[in-house]
Each structure stands twice: as C-alpha cells, then as structure tokens.
C-alpha cells in the first residue's frame, strides 16, 4: 500500500518583507529614538564600514555589518542594557502601513468561503527581512504570522565547559546569532516550501519530490519593496509563484523604483503600501489568492478523475429497455 504523502499541500503562503513594506519605517527607528541616537550619523558610519576594514584586507558584508555596528554602540555604551526583551518591546512601537491587519483577515476569509473550506486550504503569512526577528515578533502583526525569518542575537554567550543541559543566562545582547542578507532569504523561501519550519528533523538542503513539499512554490506571493529583493523575486517567479513590489505613496522615486522593476519582468505586477480595502493593492493580492485557491481546487478534481474509477450504477428500466427485452 503507498504511503501517505508527507504535507497534503493545501497552504497558500504570502511572504512579506518588513521595512518599507508593511511598516513606512525602518525597524531601528524606535531603538534609536530611545538611546538618543542619530540615525543618520548610525547609518553614514554602517555604510562606510567595508571601505574602513578593506583598508586591513577585511571584506565585510554590506548588507549585514549593521548589526556588529548596533553591537559596538551597545558595547561601548551608547545603547545600553539593550537585551532581546527590550528589542521587541520597541518592536511594538513600530507604525504599519495602512490597513495591514485588515487586509490579513479580509485575505484569510478568502478561503473561509465555499468550495474553499469544504477543501481544507489555509493562508499563512511569514516575514522574512535583513532586519531584527525580536522587533518583528514584538510587532503588531506578529501574532497573524506562521513564522519570522530575520536577525537574531544571543545575549550572554556560553563558555568554555558550559553545560549543554543548561539554560542561556540574560544580559545584554553580545553577539550575532543569525542574520539574513539579500540573497539568504531564498533560503527561508525554500525551507517553507519543505516545510523545514514545521518539522525541526528536515533540512532546506534535504532531497524531496516537489510533490512531498509542504507549500510548492506556485501556491507562494512574495511582497517587498525594492531592488534588494530581486534574489527572492527571481526563486519564487521561477518556480511559478507571483511576486508584488510596493512603493511608499508618499515617494515618487520610490514609485519609479516599483516601476522599474516592472519594466525588468522582475515583478508581476506593484502597487501601494496601502492595504486598505478598495485599494489596487488590496484587490490584486485578494485576487490572486482566489485565483490560486481556485487553481488548487482545480488540480484536486484532475487527480480525483486520474487516480479514481467510476463505480458501478444502475441502470434504469425505461421504455426503451423494456421494448428490448421482448
């Protein structure tokens, strides 16, 4: 007898970037304005952080040094007792563009609506960001989210001969756990899709039939904002998924931004960081998890007439018949 399929691929997922895509703010903001940091003078010194360490032969990353940065101002007292606790309580200090949390219910009542929950789909939404996990989980979008992908830092580090059975102590953030950069985030779109977020045993590099994944590619939106995405648009495009680029309605530079990347077939389609009802964004992505849902429902039906036979019925004694048997 066949086993059972491991996932039964009835997800929709829709991948959000945070910054400048579901908060007009970049997520440091509340942390800066509570130590009395100047953001631009932060951000001057992180982008002429690689040109200051080649100098000494050290490549540093562009797109993550920050957060060795946002260390040093913690180690050298700029920021602090800045812990993971106090991170996402900022977290809950960040402002979303309008009509986020609406559109988040209005899209998961998509598929509370006949045929849709009579075939058991579901939507999740996940972040996925170069930007700090603690502040997202502190967000008040957090608790609409199947899961966060972003950078993450460890408070008091273990020591030589800790105790492997023991429990990380508190304090002040020490050291980088994890980041992403621009082009790492593919890698959470694929540990989605194999649903390595699910079940701790799997691994993103794990060899499994693309009919075994738990959220195949093409049942993904991926929405960001800019040029910094277009690793994570290319992954999700190429395997049949959608990807939707917002812009700041407030920026006409950052709506040719959008637009540009329309222009390059990097995106299907862009519109507003406004999620209100009504708006063009609001009815594209509403649309398209329709017109995914109705796609999965359909591929359902197909398998059903492939993989069952018709049984037996009986056949009705009308006149026809009957004239036949004399």
Not at 1 to 16: C, H, R, S, T, Y
């Amino acid at each position: 007898m066949p086993e059972k399929g491991l996932w039964l691929q009835n997800i929709i997922a829709i991948i959000w970037d945070f910054d400048k895509t579901l908060s007009p703010e970049y997520m440091q903001g509340p942390l800066f304005r509570a130590y009395n940091v100047d953001a631009e003078r932060f951000w001057g010194e992180v982008h002429a952080l690689p040109g200051y360490y080649r100098r000494a032969g050290i490549h540093v990353q562009a797109d993550t040094c920050y957060l060795g940065h946002l260390l040093t101002y913690v180690n050298s007292g700029r920021m602090p007792g800045l812990t993971n606790a106090k991170l996402r309580a900022f977290g809950g200090e960040l402002e979303l563009y309008p009509g986020v949390l609406e559109l988040f219910e209005s899209l998961e009542q998509v598929l509370e609506t006949p045929p849709f929950r009579a075939g058991d789909l579901h939507l999740e939404h996940y972040v996925v960001s170069t930007g700090l996990a603690e502040m997202v989980r502190g967000s008040k979008v957090a608790s609409r989210l199947s899961g966060v992908w972003a950078s993450e830092f460890i408070e008091e580090p273990a020591q030589p001969g800790f105790d492997a059975d023991g429990c990380p102590q508190e304090g002040p953030i020490s050291q980088i756990a994890s980041f992403l950069d621009n082009t790492t985030k593919t890698r959470a779109i694929f540990e989605i899709n194999k649903g390595a977020n699910k079940l701790p045993e799997l691994t993103v590099n794990d060899t499994m039939p693309e009919e075994e994944r738990r959220v195949p590619i093409d049942q993904m939106i991926y929405v960001a904002d800019g040029p910094s995405d277009i690793p994570s648009f290319s992954v999700v495009r190429k395997h049949g998924g959608l990807a939707f680029a917002v812009y700041d309605p407030q920026s006409s530079q950052h709506f040719a931004q959008a637009d540009k990347l329309r222009q390059d077939n990097r995106v299907d389609s862009f519109g507003p960081a406004d999620y209100r009802h009504g708006t063009h964004t609001s009815m594209w992505l509403t649309l398209q998890v329709q017109n995914i849902a109705e796609r999965m429902m359909r591929k359902r039906k197909e398998a059903l007439g492939r993989r069952v036979a018709p049984g037996p019925v009986h056949i009705e004694d009308n006149a026809e018949t009957r004239g036949a048997k004399e």
